[in-house]
């Protein structure tokens, strides 16, 4: 079956890294996804990673990629105040009609 | 380049009514998905959209529906709205159809009373 696990909160203090963990259970993934929705808005596409590869990084943030414990995880360096939203994991399945998958989500909280 | 584009921000429905939501995509993708959010049930798929054809629908009753135009907006229509059919509805599109990064709208808060 499909199922795409986060937990659901992650407080941490301005300038420290955040580190948001993610499970899959389908192992035909084909893409996994971050996303990031601000409150009251749309989801924002932050990056996505190819079931391929095991790590990607771009500017402030790194994704981790362990497919044999179906494990992803988004790392935020240098975390600001501005990173505070929720945040979903989501995978597209090899051969799926189109959906994404989406965990439900983890809310950061930065403390300045 | 703009993005996914949705109309109306905000609509306001009572019990027994019909909604109509419209999405259009970024210049050049194809396909359109339709999802819900649900205070407490997550980001749920709705319909899947493409070449003015529905391709997948998701577990929602028939009440849901839609369709996609020649220029490959998209319409969502909900009828006899329900109470719990309140909720923030995102459309998506993808360049590619049924693959590739799924790029997302600001979403409609629908409130049913």
């Known amino acids: 079956g499909e199922d795409v696990e986060q937990s659901l909160f992650l407080s941490v203090r301005e300038g420290d890294s955040s580190v948001i963990n993610c499970t899959y259970t389908?192992?035909?993934?084909?893409?996994l996804y971050w996303y990031k929705q601000e409150p009251g808005a749309g989801l924002q596409l932050l990056t996505y990673i190819f079931s391929n590869m095991d790590m990607k990084q771009d500017q402030r943030l790194t994704v981790l990629l362990n497919k044999k414990d179906k494990h992803l995880s988004l790392r935020i360096a240098d975390t600001q105040t501005g990173d505070s939203a929720i945040y979903f994991c989501?995978?597209?399945?090899?051969?799926?009609?189109?959906?994404?998958?989406f965990g439900k989500g983890t809310k950061l909280s930065v403390k300045p | 380049e703009a993005g996914v584009t949705q109309s109306p921000t905000h609509l306001i429905k009572t019990r027994g009514q019909q909604a109509t939501l419209r999405c259009s995509p970024i210049s050049g993708h194809t396909s359109v998905y339709w999802y819900q959010q649900a205070l407490g049930l997550g980001l749920q798929f709705l319909l899947w959209?493409?070449?003015?054809?529905?391709?997948n629908r998701g577990n929602f009753p028939p009440r849901f529906s839609g369709r996609q135009f020649p220029n490959y907006s998209s319409e969502l229509n909900v009828n006899a709205l329900e109470l719990e059919d309140s909720a923030l509805y995102l459309c998506a599109s993808t360049r590619d159809r049924g693959q590739g990064e799924q790029y997302f709208g600001p979403g409609t808060r629908l409130t049913v009373t």
């Open positions: 959209y493409d070449e003015g054809e529905e391709r």
């Open positions: 389908d192992s035909s993934s084909t893409y």
């Open positions: 989501a995978e597209s399945i090899e051969g799926s009609q189109g959906n994404l998958i």
